[in-house]
């Protein structure tokens, strides 16, 4: 502890420095005015600036101040491009700083484990390198500006369903090297002020109190930052604070801190250990002392909002990915400019461009795509809706849709998912486009026209229509800079090199978590263990539609001269083709001669060229630092394994141009696995495993799925919790789902979303979101009603209850 720190913390009093452990509103940390320590602001977030001038909140239900809205992460990603990364990271920090916010909350940078989770769009990759490395460029660009980044939501936040309650069960070995590897990477090479732990358990406790992960975070790590809870995510402050949680945001009108106070003083809580939680706060106000308007004059800093703007675009255009364009003599696009087109569908009038939300940005600029189109140099021909994105069945926009295009040369539809479909709180039903927008395309087809069809949305979707169309473009997220972007990349003035930081299965079905996934209650087993994403398709060399790692050019690459060592590869790229390009270069490893269940292959390194048409250079890409590791379960270290790998070297995780081998020097180790006890992860067959297997891998019985309605409502049961069970509890269940089914009725599926996020509230929040007005002793009351019991039950019983459970 910094001695300035010291002398502050003997001057306060225990009510003090328990007053510094919660927030004093939604979005402000709490000072202490007599001795000079002023509040932090800690806002959204991770793609754009969302702070709150009015009502807080989030959700993102209401508005904030006009923020550039960037690309979200799961497009910046598809760049592959750390130093773009940093560019928007900068651009954050200058906006915050301009607002005088302390702490942006982001990036995220949970790894996809399904293409259904809620907040896939919020977060990179389902590759931990990748998405450890953009992470990491975008917390040096925040922090440039002396705001601090928040790394969140540390960890294993897979899906939305339960979010607040639900216990990830994870093998050792798939924590480290698939959902930590990520914000390993981010904490050692970004070096984040601040990281947010999710709202999930992880192997049985909550994550802000889960001493392993806190360990891992410092003592492995390094982190010297501040740990936050995120918002209403504290459980047991008092295990927080012991397990190296600082600060719980928002405020709960001081009823944690009390709980503080009185830990201190009957002894379960060393007053050291505040004492380091406060020193944590202190040296977070000093880091972030440039962008705290308390102690820095902020008047000068006048974001450049044009130049932000810009770079959206840019962003936006590095973020699209080509995935099709044929056919190959004579390939669609780009197109002629003067091109006339007949553009269709809802997103191509009112483009979606972000997710929704906590990250929910308000743009300085909205741009339509219909106008980003003409501006680009195409004649367009005119615009029909096609379909409604929150209506059903509409025949005639579809009729007049299809009689637009007969008008025109070319027709683009714009299709995807819908503002309902992508949000935090709540995951994907399934993996489809809505079913009208797939009959706009049929009868396009039908009647004889070939659409050129761009993809809105974050996530993966089922495209059954892949092969009966020569185009399509993945526009993703693209933020406020989105529709100029892709109409930028239609008519060649940008040349895409997009490529996807996912992979794009066929159909929902044959992901390998899909047969439990979002189905269970209290425990969600992460039982593919390591097989995420294409380590689990290479493995049992499934079919995909399109592979990690893919994404298309106007121009051709090719590859030449793969020298390997044991630092990396060096590999010579030539554009071939007629016009100046960027090539993705993506590095694999493949494992050794093993007695142990390993992926085929993982990506190790990549680097983006560009290059002239006809233009030659030699591309060198170190290997990442776990490249030839894995992590041992028996000794709790990464190993580095000897042997001879293969480095495979490509333009996708399934178009390898070159290979090479290299001897790595290391230890000679097995880790134990016996294959007739894990045949299935030895197969990578694990998709619908069982439970059996899973246990043998995880070295324990995983808890239970589904909650044990016969044990009584608690403290820490959610809202979910009542719905199915008889009495009160099933009747006050039955009304906030009822209430949701209403919304979705009606047409608001965005506020039934919201439904959602009560629905997995824990009834401990009650009381401290509230601020205290709804009191500890009336959830006591309620808790008893809910339990059949009288009101006035004591509180006792109720938590009694609770260590039932
Ligand atoms: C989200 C966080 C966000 C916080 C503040 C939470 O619901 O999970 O990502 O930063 O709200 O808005």
């Known amino acids: 502890m910094k001695d300035a720190h010291r002398k502050l913390i003997d001057q306060m009093t225990l009510e003090e420095k328990a007053s510094l452990m919660s927030g004093a509103n939604f979005w402000n940390s709490k000072g202490i005015d007599r001795l000079g320590i002023p509040s932090m602001m800690l806002t959204d977030g991770p793609h754009g600036l969302r702070k709150q001038g009015g009502s807080a909140d989030h ?22 491009d750390p130093h773009l990364g940093y560019e928007v990271g900068q651009a954050l920090g200058v906006e915050a700083k301009a607002e005088g916010v302390s702490v942006l909350l982001g990036p995220g940078l949970n790894i996809k484990r399904n293409p259904l989770a809620g907040r896939n769009f919020e977060y990179f990759s389902e590759d931990p390198l990748l998405a450890g490395k953009m992470a990491a460029a975008l917390i040096r660009g925040i922090q440039s500006e002396g705001v601090g980044a928040s790394m969140k939501h540390y960890a294993v936040n897979s899906q939305e369903k339960h979010r607040m309650s639900i216990d990830e069960v994870v093998d050792e070995r798939a924590l480290h090297e698939t959902y930590l590897e990520g914000f390993r990477i981010a904490v050692q090479e970004g070096n984040p002020y601040t990281v947010m732990s999710s709202y999930n358990k992880v192997n049985g406790d909550y994550t802000n109190e889960n001493q392993p992960l806190m360990d891992i975070l410092r003592n492995e790590w390094g982190f010297d930052g501040l740990v936050v809870t995120d918002w209403g995510g ?61 102690l820095a004059d902020l008047s000068d800093v006048n ?21 099709k364009n044929g056919p190959a003599q004579n390939p669609t696009l780009p197109l002629r400019r003067g091109s006339c087109v007949a553009v269709i569908g809802d997103f191509a009038d009112d483009l979606r461009i972000q997710g929704a939300g906590s990250s929910r940005v308000n743009p300085t600029r909205t741009e339509s795509p219909l106008d980003a189109l003409s501006a680009a140099g195409l004649n367009v021909a005119g615009f029909a809706q096609g379909f409604k994105r929150h209506g059903g069945r509409s025949d005639a926009l579809r009729k007049q849709a299809v009689e637009l295009a007969s008008r025109a040369e070319t027709t683009i539809v714009f299709i995807g998912l819908d503002e309902s479909l992508e949000a935090e709180a709540a995951d994907r039903p399934h993996m489809r486009i809505p079913r009208e927008q797939l009959r706009l395309l049929h009868d396009l087809l039908a009647a004889g026209h070939k659409p050129i069809v761009i ?118 790229v030539t554009n071939t083709g007629t016009r100046p390009g960027t090539e993705v270069v993506q590095v694999y490893i493949g ?16 680097a983006r060229v560009t290059l002239e048409a006809g233009e030659s250079a030699s591309v060198r ?8 590791s894995v992590f041992d379960v028996n000794t709790g270290k990464w190993r580095q394994r000897k042997g001879r790998y293969t480095a495979l070297v490509g333009a996708s995780s399934r178009d390898i141009r070159l290979e090479g081998t290299v001897n790595v020097d290391g230890e000679e180790f097995d880790l134990n696995y016996d294959r007739d006890v894990l045949p299935r992860y030895f197969s990578g067959e694990v998709k619908g495993i069982g439970t059996s297997e899973f246990a043998h891998l995880l070295g324990r019985t995983p808890p239970p ?66 601020g205290g007005a709804f009191s500890e002793s009336a959830l006591d009351d309620l808790i008893n009603v809910l339990n059949g019991r009288l009101p006035k039950g004591n509180r006792a019983a109720s938590k009694e209850a609770g260590k039932t459970e």
């Not at 974001?303 to 995935?323: I, K, N, Q, S, T």
């Not at 494992?591 to 990549?606: I, K, S, W, Y």
């Not at 890409?621 to 030839?628: R, T």
């Open 455 to 572: 993809l809105v949305g974050g996530s993966p979707m089922e495209l059954p229509f892949a092969d009966h169309v020569d185009a399509i473009l993945a526009g993703y997220l693209p933020g406020q800079g989105g529709a100029s972007a892709i109409a930028n990349v239609l008519v060649g003035a940008v040349n895409p090199s997009g490529k996807l930081a996912e992979t794009y299965p066929v159909v929902y079905e044959d992901v390998p978590s899909a047969p439990t996934y979002g189905n269970t209650e209290a425990a969600s087993y992460h039982d593919e263990s390591i097989y995420i994403g294409y380590r689990y398709f290479d493995k049992v060399g499934g079919r995909v539609r399109f592979p990690f790692g893919h994404g298309l050019s106007y121009t051709t690459f090719e590859y030449s001269n793969l020298q390997v060592d044991a630092e990396g590869v060096s590999v010579t």
């Open 705 to 770: 799925e589904f909650w044990d309605r016969s044990l009584p409502i608690t403290r820490d049961s959610i809202l979910a919790q009542l719905v199915g069970r008889g009495g009160i509890a099933g009747l006050c269940g039955g009304a906030i789902t009822g209430i949701g089914s209403i919304l979705h009725a009606v047409g608001k599926p965005m506020l039934a979303n919201n439904m959602n996020f009560a629905l997995d509230m824990p009834l401990r929040t009650l009381p401290r979101l509230s």
């Open 234 to 294: 504290n459980n047991d402050r008092v295990a927080g604070l012991l397990a190296g949680n600082a600060l719980e945001m928002p405020s709960t009108g001081g009823i944690t801190d009390a709980e503080i106070v009185v830990a201190v003083q009957d002894g379960s809580l060393d007053e050291a250990v505040l004492d380091a939680r406060v020193a944590e706060v202190l040296e977070l106000i000093d880091r972030t002392a440039a962008a705290n308007p308390a």
């Open 621 to 628: 890409i170190d290997f990442s630092e776990h490249a030839f």
């Open 303 to 323: 974001p450049d909002f044009d130049g932000h703007h810009d770079l959206a675009v840019r962003a936006a255009e590095e973020g699209v990915v080509l995935l």
């Open 591 to 606: 494992p050794p001669e093993t007695t142990d269940f390993v992926a085929p292959q993982q990506l190790a390194g990549f």
């Open 59 to 80: 959700l993102g239900l209401n508005q904030s101040l006009p923020a550039t809205c960037f690309p979200t992460a799961a497009t910046l990603a598809n760049s592959w």
